[in-house]
């Protein structure tokens, strides 16, 4: 038995091939790691307006998701899942591109508000503010006002191998996390991945 009960991951991001290698693609990148390792496939699921795969990873079975809708509307899918799956609050990891965070670091926390993120801002009112969230940092451009734009544009290549790199580490935690608990989950990644 599963020590942490995580039933559903959401990875924000936006659609469209247009979107699918900048930064703020990273929570997709992570569910697409994610099915990658461990043989799901990304299937259109019209019902709830996303993509969804469901893995074994250790005993627990886990649904993935990316909303197929523009990030500022991440909330309609992720609520129709999670409505439909009667799944608590407490059981939803959101991962998602962090621009508080310098590139390629990675952080577990619990709850929050939605600290100006769109896809954040559009979910809680959804679900709550109760889940856990993956934060996948993207850097700042330093200035407000080139924000939009830095998180709709890829990011160079070497910072972008750091981001695909550090989404890999918060991978191969998963199974921790899983099997032992946030806390146990907490302290590898936050010691293993850069700052």
């Known amino acids: 038995m599963a020590e942490f009960p995580l039933k559903l991951i959401v990875g924000l991001g936006n659609p469209g091939d247009e979107y699918a290698r900048t930064r703020h693609n990273a929570g997709f990148w992570f569910v697409e790691e994610l099915a990658a390792r ?7 699921d019209r019902h709830h307006r996303g993509e969804t795969a469901r893995v074994r990873i250790g005993d627990a079975e886990v649904l993935l998701l990316k909303p197929m809708q523009y990030m500022n509307r991440s909330g309609a899918p992720v609520g129709s899942i999670v409505d439909f799956y009667k799944i608590d ?28 993120h769109n896809g954040l801002r559009d979910l809680i009112p959804r679900i709550g503010e109760g889940f856990w969230r993956l934060r996948i940092g993207i850097g700042h451009p330093g200035d407000k006002s080139e924000v939009v734009d830095y998180v709709l544009t890829r990011a160079p290549a070497g910072e972008d191998a750091t981001i695909r790199a ?10 921790l996390l899983l099997a032992e608990g946030p806390q146990k989950a907490m302290h590898r990644l936050h010691t293993n991945v850069k700052d």
């Open 38 to 44: 461990y043989g799901g496939t990304m299937r259109s």
């Open 89 to 116: 609050v407490s059981s939803i990891l959101v991962a998602h591109d962090e621009l508080d965070l310098p590139v390629g670091t990675v952080r577990l926390k619990e709850g929050g508000g939605h600290g100006g």
């Open 166 to 175: 550090a989404v890999a580490a918060a991978a191969e935690v998963v199974p």
